[in-house]
């Protein structure tokens, strides 16, 4: 049995996979082996960010599950790992505080006009700027997974009207006012003054607020993206940005990434851009290893597994009856 890894494990983090599962042989394989050590892997852990025989990997039959190490599972699942027997995991909810946490930063550093204040300190300008407000705004989370029920919950105290759309519409939390199924986009983009995309990219959601849905935002409306930047026209928002229509955007993420240095985005004195950072933490690798750890038990003890894609074809795992997710499960283990 070959466990291979292909994420910023340390020495230590090696050792508590090895003593989770000691008959198993762990291979360290990183960025610059994964190509070809995948065609040794019965487990793979991590996420591959170089080219991959994934079609040449399945043909071959030894794969058995992978895990990711990332919520975002576009870098795996192709078709052919969709339609095989190939059981998959991921990361979905791990990084859920940091992500939510960097939003909020990014809203309301936008709202509070801070980097117009940061500029005006450059120039040691002393002057007083308009700013927004997030309290009592109405908050439109197009997504409502580990991402956007944790950043829900961060808004609540900010008396924000929380909606919500999901394709899995259940266990709605008291603070969000009202979580519709995911066909009720159009009326989420209608009513709230800050969206927020917190949406997996597959080949449903690639595109889907196009120059269509951008035109049905509430005008001088914030569009927020924290998830994957295809999930946005690019043409299509800078267009809705230069005429007014939309009153900002705030992205951690863009398409292409990185975004070009010609690209107007990036001179637009309403538009905040970071590098795709939302899930930086200190205690990443920490929790992908604890994450791993506690499903290689569960494989063992044939046990359900933490998010595990039931629909690998969605890019996510289902919120409902029999399901075990990450962040409903993480503060009872040690």
Partial sequence: MNIVLCYPASPQHIRQI??????????????ERIAQALFEADIFCGHA????????????????????????????????????????????????DQVAEHTVALITAWCRSLPDFFRAQQRKDFTRLPTRDLHRSTVGIVGFGGVGRRLARLLSPFRTRIIATDMFPLDKPDYVQDLWPAECLDRLLAESDIVVLALPLNSKTKGILDSRALAGMKRDSLLVNVARGPLVVTADLIAAL?????????MDVTDPEPLPPDNPLWDMPN????????????????????????????????LPLINYLS????GFPIRGPGSVLWTDVVETLS
């Avoid at 576009?74 to 190939?86: A, G």
């Avoid at 230069?242 to 900002?248: F, K, S």
């Avoid at 538009?271 to 494989?299: A, Y």
């Fill in 49 to 96: 960010k170089v080219p991959v025989d994934w079609d040449g990997v399945v043909r071959q039959g030894r794969l058995r599950w992978i895990q990711s190490s990332a919520a975002g599972m576009d870098h795996c699942l192709v078709p052919s790992v969709i339609e095989s027997d190939v059981v998959v995991t991921s990361a979905s909810g791990l990084l859920a």
């Fill in 311 to 314: 629909d690998k074809s969605l």
């Fill in 271 to 302: 538009v905040i851009i970071t590098p795709h950072v939302g899930g930086q933490s200190k205690t990443r690798q920490d929790d992908v290893t604890r994450l791993f750890c506690e499903n290689l038990r569960r494989w063992r003890e044939g």
């Fill in 242 to 250: 230069r005429n007014g229509h939309l009153a900002g955007a705030v």
């Fill in 18 to 31: 090895q003593a989770t599962m000691p008959e198993a042989t762990v291979i360290d394989a990183g960025q």
